[in-house]
């Protein structure tokens, strides 16, 4: 059983922190969703699967290593592989958060395979960003129970788009974001639920 230090302990209330706020928003309901945040050693702080998100107990926040192998005896994520393969993939990554909201699910609904949000002034929100006259695309993947070829699909996506992504959306389901704080993913998240609900509206469909 590998020892948690205080970094865990203190990315475990980071993410605990977020949680309440993302479930006060209405983002995970139902136990959905998941987050995660990358410690100095390469091991990951990761939600325990199942556990209701917006109601975090230290208990149900765990440790696994760098490919997603428990290291405390319990059970992470069902969606472990594509946090890990964020972590991998980007080096300046240090939390993942997924939330379930209806603003994902409903976008995935209008648009077809990414969403282009451009043209606004919270565009700055988001790392590296400086200016409302850019854009940014969210691309949009299938839902799929089968973990390993959902994340094949991303990292696919990934190889063939070098342009920063911030994100994003399994269709019907929710939607990644990232950052190199947990505070900087949440900044994300945030950011991309407004720009959601806003192209929502003017496609003229108002949230449920
Ligand atoms: C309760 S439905 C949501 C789950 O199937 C899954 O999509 C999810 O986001 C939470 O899974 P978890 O294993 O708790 O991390
Ligand atoms: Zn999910």
């Known amino acids: 059983m590998t020892v948690k230090t205080d970094e865990f302990f203190r990315k475990a209330d980071q993410l605990i922190a977020a949680g309440r706020f993302i479930d006060s928003k209405g983002w995970v309901p139902a136990t959905s969703g998941n987050f995660s945040a990358k410690l100095s050693d390469g091991n990951i702080a990761i939600t325990v699967s ?17 490919k997603g192998r428990s290291l405390d005896g319990k059970k992470p994520s069902a969606e472990t592989l594509l946090h890990t393969s964020i972590y991998q993939r980007f080096p300046d990554v240090q939390a993942v958060l997924h939330p379930h909201s209806i603003n994902a699910t409903l976008t995935a609904r209008l648009f077809k395979n990414e969403i282009v949000l451009k043209d606004y002034e919270l565009l700055k929100a988001f790392t590296g960003i400086n200016t409302h006259e850019t854009r940014i695309a969210i691309p949009i993947f299938g839902n799929d129970q089968d973990i390993p070829r959902l994340a094949g699909k ?23 974001t990232w950052g190199a704080s947990v505070d900087d993913a949440l900044r994300h998240l945030e950011a991309l639920e407004f720009l959601f609900d806003v192209e929502i509206r003017l496609h003229g469909v108002t949230r449920l």
């Open 50 to 66: 199942g556990r209701h998100k917006g109601r975090l107990q230290a208990d149900d926040i765990m440790l696994i290593d760098s």
């Open 154 to 176: 991303v990292e696919n996506y990934l190889d063939h788009h070098t342009h920063d992504v911030y994100g994003y959306i399994i269709a019907g389901h929710g939607f990644y």
